[in-house]
């Protein structure tokens, strides 16, 4: 357990914060130790992966656990799938790379998103068509509580746009320690998005390999490295809005784009709902490549907010207010973080 630890390696963003105590975790008894070094001084405990998602408005005042535990295994297989578990402290796009070349398919569209695997269930990542709902059986979880290991099944985390149960009910309550993947002995080929279909326009019946590549190479383009430019990707989520608002919005912004959002369990999805890019509601605003201080909405891609050098979470969330609200001003809509404050906004 170390004391008074810096976090500034441990988030995309570059922020400075210091958390009261730090320790990474290899197994499942140095977890139970750390809960019970948190419960022993009444200290809050959160788990930090690869810290892509995180901002550290100030200090975190108890326990982070870093989970660095390994292994990726084959836990069965039929003549057209496998299924593989992966320690939530493996590296996503190690994992993603993992089953590309050892031929398990479906994972290529979700390339390059940094982080670890533990964390993609919890905001169910997603990119250029796929969501990783769409792959997971199940998720092994250890109680924060009880100390007991559990598995919940894919219907069980609740699973919505960059959403599921562990941000609700489940919230610090379980952690994670691994995640199943059912994935397909023959190539899934999803051209589904339209810049990844353009991307490949040229190759008649694309490899797994050269999805993965385009989509890297479609990354690289428009989002920043974290190592060059501190971000933490996406720091809004695109809008969900219904029809009625949809339409109210189009009459003055008749080219405002929109794109079905996905049904079955998603929690706010019916037909009547429709996602808008909140990139294009940023760039007519103004803000694109606009500096506020060392922050800054990014020139490419104006949902993700960057640190050009020593910016300082209130100069970050500073940007973000003022672009929360010149979008509810302009168009009424009420853009939601994607990033999670830490401590959360609400708190002081
Ligand atoms: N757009 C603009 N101006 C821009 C860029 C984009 O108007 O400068 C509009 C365009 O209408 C474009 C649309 O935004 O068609 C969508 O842009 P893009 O394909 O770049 O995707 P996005 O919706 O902005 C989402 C995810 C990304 C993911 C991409 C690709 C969220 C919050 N973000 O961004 O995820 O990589 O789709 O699938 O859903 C992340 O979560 O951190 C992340 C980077």
């Known amino acids: 357990m170390q004391e008074y630890f ?3 390696a441990h988030n995309t963003f570059k922020l400075s914060a210091r958390a009261r105590y730090f320790c990474a975790i290899t197994d499942v008894q140095e977890l139970r ?11 809050p405990l959160m788990v930090l992966g690869g810290g892509s998602n995180v901002l550290f408005r100030k200090d975190y005042p ?12 084959i836990v069965a297989e039929t003549a057209e799938a496998v299924w593989v578990r992966a320690a939530s402290g493996e590296s996503w796009h190690g994992f993603v790379e993992y089953c590309l070349h050892a031929s398990l398919h479906g994972l290529e569209n979700l390339a390059l998103i940094p982080g670890c695997v533990g964390a993609a269930p919890i905001q169910n990542i997603g990119a250029y068509g796929v969501e990783v709902k769409e792959l997971i059986t199940d998720v092994e979880v250890l109680d924060a509580v009880t100390g007991v ?10 699973f919505g746009y960059r959403d599921s149960i562990f941000k609700h009910n489940l919230h610090r309550r379980k952690i994670i320690l691994s995640v199943t993947f059912r994935l397909h002995r023959s190539p899934c080929i999803n051209l589904g998005y339209a810049a990844l279909a353009q991307a490949l326009s040229g190759i008649a019946d694309p490899t797994p390999q050269q999805v993965f590549d385009a989509v ?3 990354r690289r383009s428009k989002l920043p490295d974290p190592t060059v430019l501190g971000n933490a990707g996406s720091f809004f989520k695109n809008p969900v809005i219904n029809r009625e608002a949809f339409a109210k919005v189009l009459q003055d912004w008749p080219d405002l784009p929109s794109f079905p959002v996905a049904v079955d369990n998603d929690r706010n999805s019916v037909s009547n709902w429709v996602k808008v890019p909140a990139a294009w509601l940023i760039e007519k605003t103004g803000w694109k490549g606009r500096k506020f201080g060392q922050a800054g909405v990014y020139q490419q891609q104006p949902l993700v907010l960057v640190n050009h050098g020593d910016a300082s979470a209130a100069d970050i969330l500073a940007l973000a207010e003022q672009i929360m609200f010149t979008v509810a001003q302009q168009f009424g809509i009420q853009l939601e973080l994607e990033v999670q404050w830490i401590p959360p906004r609400s708190s002081a």
Request: with cysteine; proline share 0%; aromatic share 2%.
């Open 216 to 218: 890297c190479a479609i």
């Open 33 to 43: 130790d750390a809960l019970q070094f948190a419960r022993a001084r009444n200290l």
């Open 149 to 158: 290991i559990e598995t919940l099944t894919c219907t069980q985390c609740e």
């Open 6 to 8: 810096d976090l500034q």
């Open 62 to 73: 108890g326990v982070i656990v870093h989970m660095t535990n390994r292994g990726i295994d």
